[in-house]
């Protein structure tokens, strides 16, 4: 009797452990963290800090070294399956500023004035401009073909684009800065009249996760067929690229 009771203590004990056993691992899977959900980052957005310049001009039309231009793209992307790359579409801002040297651009959207084309004059001599700009800004969308080398985070990784831009005219304009009685006086002219409505410009771009050297040339020139001298832009920059 004595050994029968002991045989039934021990195996309540093993039953008794066994189930706690069970316990802890349930408890233990169901307490645990579940993995985080990744979603691969595809270069949704795109800043662009460029130099840009008129890298093809008429030798009378004289720029500083320096100018400079920023776009800004929301981009989809679209995964070609099976491989690293992709195709992007976009839409954006695109900006570009030009400094002349010593001269001013004489143009102006009324019907009445320099109707016949946007002609580059010397500055004049009563106002020795301190500064004399050429802006643009067009409603842009950027067309991409874009390699990946790391397919599930694009954040990270060697990437690389080749494609084009393609915009349509939001404004452009000359800005005078100079100086009357000591007192900077700034001059500015709406100058849409002469300007090339649509702007195509093959760009390619490559990097290392989220940042790009890119580039882009354009296409089309700055002014109209016959309505100003014949000059095509060209740039070079910084892309920061992510989400």
Known sequence: MRRFLSLMAVVLISSSAVQAQ???????????TPPPIVKAARDFLMMQF?????????????????GWGFNVYACYDFPIKKTHLSFAAGLGIKTSVVYLNQQTIANT?????YAS???????????????????TTYID?????????NINNRNKGFKAAIGMQIGTLLGAHTKALTA??????????DTKRYVTPWDFAATARIGWGNFSLFGSYNLTT??????????????????????
């Open 109 to 113: 959207d009324t019907a009445t004035a």
């Open 222 to 243: 700055v002014f109209k067929q016959n309505a100003g001298p014949p000059i095509t832009p060209a740039a070079i920059g910084i892309c920061l690229s992510g989400l």
């Open 117 to 135: 084309q946007a002609r580059f004059l010397p500055d004049p001599i009563d106002s020795q401009y301190k500064r004399y700009k050429f802006v």
């Open 141 to 149: 969308a950027p067309f991409e073909l874009r390699y990946y080398s």
């Open 22 to 32: 069970d316990t802890n691992d349930k408890t233990t899977s169901s307490d645990a």
């Open 50 to 66: 460029n130099y840009n310049n008129w890298v093809q001009k008429p030798d009378s039309v004289n720029t500083k070294t320096f």
């Open 180 to 189: 009357v009685d000591g007192t900077n006086v700034k001059y500015k002219v």
